[in-house]
């Protein structure tokens, strides 16, 4: 997101933190795995909504555009309601496809134990050809990963090189 002021970015943060403040207390008065993926929907609706209106401000760009999967081989940390989510639809792939996947989630899970945050660098299992096979119902997380971190990333892991 280039020519994203600090205050505009502080204004998001802490808008999204308020949403997850709410999200937080509704499922903590009820405990449902229904309730809690229709509230985790909720949320993601909220953050799409948020960024979708900070798109329109004038001399804002963010840098996400359809194809680019920068972002999606950073470490995301998804909520138990964001993992029944998906591991409901991926119910609905064929046996074959859910042994595969779970065959590369094992892979994934294995490199990625060892690899601190700052270094994780590890394409996300559900990219497929460089899209999200997920996209609708991605985790809040995912969603958050605005366009300006891109920039920021590559240039804290070339600072680092
Ligand atoms: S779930 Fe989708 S958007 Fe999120 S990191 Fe994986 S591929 Fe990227």
């Not at 929907?41 to 001399?59: F, M, N, S, W, Y």
Request: with cysteine; net charge positive; proline share 3%.
């Amino acid at each position: 997101m280039e020519n994203h002021s600090n205050l505009e970015k502080i204004e998001i943060a802490s808008l999204i933190k308020n949403q997850e403040k709410q999200f937080v207390r509704k499922l903590t008065a009820n405990k449902s795995k229904v309730y809690a993926i229709n509230v985790i929907r909720e949320l993601h609706e909220q953050i799409d909504v948020l960024a979708e209106k900070t798109k329109k401000k004038p001399g804002v760009h963010f840098d996400c555009k359809a194809g680019c999967s920068f972002c999606c081989s950073l470490r995301v940390a998804a909520t138990p309601p964001e993992v029944f989510l998906i591991a409901r639809q991926l119910k609905q792939l064929s046996i074959e496809a859910q042994a595969d996947l779970m065959d590369r989630l094992k892979i994934h899970s294995e490199a990625a134990h060892s690899l601190h945050t700052d270094d994780f660098f590890l394409p996300c299992i559900f990219l497929d050809k460089g899209r999200c096979a997920v996209y609708a119902i991605r985790p809040a997380m995912c969603r958050k990963y605005l366009g300006g971190f891109k920039h920021q990333v590559q240039k804290e892991q070339r600072d680092a090189a």
